[in-house]
Every structure is written in structure tokens, then in C-alpha cells.
């Protein structure tokens, strides 16, 4: 029988009862002021981003460098999630990656989608928190100062300045049960359901073995964080969603934020990696099914044809990018040869972008035909 946490069962019962009802009063009074409403959603942006571009990519998985000022931004809005320290987080989150799946992961989901979403936290024992895998950010002065104050921090920038920024339009209460409340209990849920919803539904892209899928509606959400097949696979990429449509503000914030010179080394899975781990999924679906005669029929005929197109589209893609790699690195665009530069340059993007996107369309097409196969 596990011991009860009484302060995380606590917290977490009071802030949605204090969230959910406060709103629906205020509403029921017609007291909710659309400056609270506003200045909720920035505030949820910005607490989301503190836990998904720096708790989770920076601080957890280190997928990409960022100057002090982003780390410390990072640092501080986080705690409005109320999630713990990045210690804490990190720690959780490593082990989880680490022994995924069993009973060394603390939010493990073969235990039941309940206690991955949220009863994990209520029979967590802080004492016995391992914090050996993460001895490289205990060396972070930014990482031990927001750990020795998570809790005054937590506090000040999650409810006591929420309500102050509201009191700058009368709105004391809205700012505490919406902008403090509700928008910590949505945060923290939302967070959940990565452990909980995207380890129970979605589809599986790129790993049979993991309970980990991809779930785009979920990254709706968690600013980007519902390609949680992916992730497990790839955790060293800060990407999570890596199609141009996949909705993940939080690799377009980290990109963004490199273009400003504020983050540096982004770190990438190669294009090589990603397409054969694509094609190990489906090579092992058909493997799983080949005692049936339909299906090794359906697998010589459709499969192998495409699949061989596939990797020849690849092949050259990568042929044409380490061209287009060797032709920068001679640095022509000088002088004389500055036109010449520009217009090869140009030739190579398109050669690039058209060539991509084939390989797209094939792995579209592997898809199709693994999805249409008659077992």
C-alpha cells in the first residue's frame, strides 16, 4: 500500500475546485473582465512554452544550447505551472525515457491510464527521488537557484503577480481564479495527458515496442508535444512534430529564437535515421503478418516496389545536400562570382525542396499501401 502525498492531493483537488467554480461564478455574474481572458491566454502561453521548449527540450533532453537569459525566462515561467523544479521535472522525466514502460517509470502507463495522467503524483515520494541523472544541472547556477526557491517563486509567479497585473483593471478576483486558478489547473492537465492520453491513443509511427503514439489532436494543446511516438524514438531532436504541417509551436519558437542569435545547436536526427526507422515499423507490420499468403503477395507486389523507390528518392537527396553543402563551404559569393553564387545557390534549393518533397509523398504512399494490405 503506497503512502498518500496529502500536499500534492491537496493542490491538486483545491486548484480545480477553486479554478472551475470561481470562473463559472464570475461568469454567472457577468464579472469576467476580457482583459483577464487575454492576459490568461499570453500567460498559458508563455507558462507552456517554460515547460515545453525549457523544461522538457532544453533543461531535460538539452537539444539545444540557449543564452542565459532564455534559460533564466525558461526557468522562472515554468514555476507558474507549478510542476515541481527543473531538478524534480527532469529528473521524473529522464527516468521515464530511460525505463519506459516498467516499473521503474514513474508514470508508467501499464499501471492504468489514471495513475499516469495525475495518481502517480498523488503517491509520490519526493524523499525518494533519485536525483543521480541529473547531476549535469545541478552544476547550472540558474538550475540550483530556482530549485532552493521553487516554492516562493512558484507562488509569486503563478498567483500573486497574475493577480497583481489584473488588479491594473480592478480584477483581483478574475486575475486569482482565472488567471491563477484555472489556467494552473488546464496547464498542469494539459502536461498529463502526454503521460496519459498520447501513451493510450494516437497511432504508433515509428516504434512498435513503445506504448508511446502519436497524437495530433493533443498537440493542439501542448504546444506541440502530442508526437510522443517520435519523441521517444528520436528524444535528442528539438523537434517533435517534423512534417511543415504539424502543429509545434514550441520548435517554431526554438527556431525562432535561433535566428535572434538567443539559441544555437539545435540539434537534428538525421533525415537517413528518420526515413529508416519509418520503414522498420512497416517492415516489421508485414513480418508479424507474413504466414499469410494475401499479405506476402500484397508485400512483393506493392510494398517492396515502393519501398525501393523510397530509398532511392532518399539517396539522392542526400547526394544533392552534400553537393549543396560542399558548393557553401567553397565560399564563391565573392566579388566576380557573387551572381554566378546566388543563381547556383538558388538552383540547389529548388533541386533540395522538390526532391524532399518526393520523398514525402513516397513515404505517404508507403503509408497507403501498408494501411490497404488485406489481412
Not at 565573392?334 to 540547389?348: A, M, P
Request: glycine share 6%; proline share 3%; with cysteine.
Amino acid at each position: 500500500m503506497r503512502k498518500i502525498n496529502w500536499l500534492n492531493t491537496f493542490f491538486l483537488t483545491a486548484t480545480p475546485i477553486l479554478g472551475i467554480s470561481g470562473t463559472i461564478w464570475l461568469i454567472m455574474h457577468d464579472a469576467v473582465a476580457w482583459q483577464t481572458v487575454i492576459f490568461t491566454v499570453i500567460l498559458s502561453f508563455a507558462t507552456g512554452f517554460g515547460v515545453t521548449a525549457g523544461y522538457h527540450r532544453l533543461f531535460s533532453h538539452q537539444t539545444y544550447t540557449a543564452h542565459w537569459s532564455v534559460r533564466l525566462f525558461f526557468a522562472l515561467i515554468g514555476l507558474a505551472s507549478f510542476e515541481g523544479s527543473i531538478l524534480e521535472w527532469c529528473a521524473d522525466h529522464r527516468r521515464h525515457h530511460r525505463f519506459v514502460d516498467t516499473n521503474k517509470d514513474p508514470y508508467n502507463i501499464n499501471q492504468g491510464f489514471w495513475y499516469a495522467h495525475i495518481g502517480w503524483l498523488l503517491v509520490n515520494d519526493p524523499t525518494k527521488r533519485n536525483f543521480s541523472n541529473v547531476t549535469d544541472l545541478q552544476n547550472d547556477p540558474i538550475v540550483a537557484f530556482q530549485h532552493k526557491f521553487n516554492i516562493p517563486i512558484s507562488i509569486l509567479v503563478g498567483i500573486i503577480m497574475p493577480m497583481l497585473v489584473c488588479s491594473l483593471w480592478s480584477d483581483v478576483i478574475g486575475g486569482f481564479f482565472i488567471a491563477a486558478m484555472l489556467r494552473v489547473t488546464l496547464a498542469q492537465h494539459f502536461t498529463f495527458c502526454i503521460n496519459s492520453v498520447c501513451h493510450f491513443f494516437g497511432h504508433k509511427t515509428y516504434s512498435e515496442k513503445l506504448t508511446a503514439r502519436d497524437n495530433w489532436f493533443t498537440a493542439l494543446f501542448t504546444f506541440g508535444e502530442g508526437f510522443h511516438n517520435f519523441h521517444h524514438q528520436f528524444p535528442n531532436d528539438f523537434r517533435n512534430g517534423i512534417r511543415y504541417f504539424h502543429y509545434d509551436p514550441t520548435k517554431w519558437l526554438i527556431f525562432g529564437l535561433s535566428k535572434l542569435g538567443l539559441t544555437w545547436n539545435l540539434k537534428r536526427v538525421e533525415l537517413k535515421q528518420i526515413v529508416s526507422a519509418r520503414i522498420n515499423y512497416f517492415e516489421k507490420w508485414f513480418s508479424v503478418r507474413e504466414s499469410c499468403a494475401k499479405t506476402a503477395s500484397y508485400y512483393s507486389k506493392f510494398f517492396s516496389p515502393a519501398r525501393g523507390k523510397t530509398l532511392s528518392i532518399l539517396m539522392t537527396l542526400e547526394q544533392t545536400a552534400k553537393a549543396y553543402q560542399q558548393f557553401k563551404d567553397k565560399k564563391l559569393a565573392q566579388n566576380k562570382y557573387v551572381h554566378s553564387y546566388r543563381l547556383r545557390k538558388r538552383i540547389y534549393r529548388m533541386y533540395l525542396k522538390r526532391q524532399q518533397k518526393a520523398l514525402a509523398e513516397s513515404m505517404t504512399q508507403l503509408s497507403r499501401i501498408t494501411k490497404r494490405c488485406p489481412v
